[in-house]
């Protein structure tokens, strides 16, 4: 088996002149027989091909890989893998997968959900879990709208919007997730898009590999319910790369400024990556047990 390296525990490419080589995955070993019930032409179908591909490129085995959800159309994402999966209560993935990473902090453990799980009900969470900045990967399928119990107006849906519960249209600003998390301190933060299937794969594999709190927020598109303009076609005629723009993904202000077109810019790519991560909080907690130990 390949050595895990030091950080966020995957294999790179400098272990392969240490260690034995072995088997490689790919996308087809982390794709389970059960077959996705999300509706024709779901974005989120394009988010799973994408997880598959990243899983397969960092090279963790499925069964080194915990996939933790909380409830939605979106979460029911780890049923469609082979890793371990774990459907937590509505908001509640990020406080099992921080104690699923301190009880195996050997496993590289992804979070999934939907804008609602992440920005309402489970709102509270998200900054906890940055600030406590364990090595996990939360990826959030936004879709503005909460698809499963049929078009509700969601944290994420754009002022004016009219959905099953805002027929005169939304009074509400939006929730801006990228500003959210850039806000309390994530040291990787990123947007994709299933138009970009390839731009997608190598962000997740990017966030997998940064050795702390990494946060995706993915534009997966609700075809039932969502809005004509959030749709896969229109993605591609809107959708800017970061990297083409120029953007320094080291420089945090910048990245804020970027952030701030949530709602009029569909911006692609890395928004911020923390040169410099700090310790995470289970790398400290077992270093201070040593020492006390000691």
Same mark, same amino acid.
């Given at each position: 088996?390949?050595? *895990?390296?030091?950080?966020?525990?995957?294999?790179?490419?400098?272990?392969?002149?240490?260690? @034995?080589? !072995?088997?490689?995955?790919?996308?087809?070993?982390? $794709?389970?027989?059960?077959?996705?019930?999300?509706?024709?032409? +779901?974005? =989120?179908?394009?988010?799973?091909?994408?997880?598959?591909?990243?899983? /397969?490129?960092?090279?963790?085995?499925?069964?080194?890989?915990?996939?933790?959800?909380?409830?939605? +159309?979106?979460?029911?994402?780890?049923?469609? #893998? %082979?890793?371990?999966?774990?459907? #937590?209560?509505?908001?509640?993935?990020? @406080?099992? /997968?921080?104690?699923? $990473?301190?009880?195996?902090?050997?496993?590289?453990?992804? +979070?999934?959900?939907? =804008?609602?799980?992440?920005?309402?009900?489970?709102?509270?969470?998200? *900054?906890? !879990?940055?600030?406590?900045?364990?090595?996990?990967?939360?990826?959030?399928?936004?879709?503005?709208?909460?698809?499963? #119990?049929?078009?509700?107006?969601?944290? %994420?849906?754009?002022?004016?919007?009219?959905?099953?519960?805002? %027929?005169?249209?939304?009074?509400?600003? *939006?929730?801006?997730?990228?500003?959210?998390?850039? !806000?309390?301190?994530?040291?990787?933060?990123?947007?994709?898009?299933? /138009?970009?299937?390839?731009?997608?794969? $190598?962000?997740?594999?990017?966030? &997998?590999?940064?050795?702390?709190? /990494?946060?995706?927020?993915?534009?997966?598109?609700?075809?039932?319910?969502? =809005?004509?303009?959030?749709?896969?076609?229109?993605? $591609?005629?809107?959708?800017?790369?970061?990297?083409?723009?120029?953007?320094?993904?080291?420089?945090?202000?910048?990245?804020?400024?970027?952030?701030?077109?949530?709602?009029?810019?569909?911006?692609?790519?890395?928004?911020?990556?923390?040169?410099? *991560?700090?310790?995470?909080?289970?790398?400290? &907690?077992?270093?201070?047990?040593?020492?006390?130990?000691?």
């Amino acid at each position: 088996m390949t050595t *895990p390296s030091a950080g966020c525990g995957c294999p790179q490419p400098s272990d392969a002149q240490t260690t @034995p080589a !072995a088997p490689a995955l790919t996308p087809k070993d982390f $794709k389970s027989t059960l077959k996705p019930i999300w509706c024709p032409g +779901c974005g =989120d179908y394009g988010v799973v091909t994408a997880i598959y591909r990243a899983l /397969a490129a960092v090279g963790r085995p499925p069964h080194e890989v915990a996939f933790i959800s909380g409830i939605g +159309c979106s979460s029911r994402i780890p049923g469609y #893998t %082979t890793a371990y999966g774990f459907n #937590t209560v509505h908001g509640r993935a990020l @406080p099992v /997968a921080q104690g699923i $990473k301190m009880a195996r902090p050997d496993l590289l453990v992804l +979070c999934a959900g939907g =804008d609602g799980d992440g920005f309402s009900i489970g709102g509270g969470h998200v *900054p906890h !879990a940055i600030r406590r900045n364990l090595d996990l990967t939360y990826i959030v399928m936004d879709n503005h709208i909460y698809g499963l #119990t049929k078009g509700q107006l969601s944290p %994420t849906t754009k002022r004016g919007a009219k959905t099953s519960s805002s %027929t005169y249209g939304s009074i509400e600003d *939006p929730v801006n997730p990228l500003l959210y998390c850039l !806000a309390y301190g994530a040291g990787f933060v990123a947007q994709g898009v299933p /138009a970009d299937l390839d731009g997608l794969t $190598k962000m997740i594999e990017a966030g &997998i590999r940064y050795p702390g709190f /990494a946060f995706i927020n993915i534009q997966s598109p609700c075809v039932t319910y969502g =809005d004509p303009e959030d749709q896969v076609k229109v993605q $591609k005629t809107r959708m800017k790369n970061l990297v083409t723009l120029g953007h320094d993904r080291t420089n945090r202000l910048r990245a804020m400024e970027l952030a701030q077109d949530y709602t009029t810019e569909l911006y692609t790519g890395v928004f911020y990556q923390n040169p410099n *991560p700090p310790e995470t909080y289970d790398t400290y &907690i077992r270093n201070r047990q040593q020492e006390l130990a000691g």
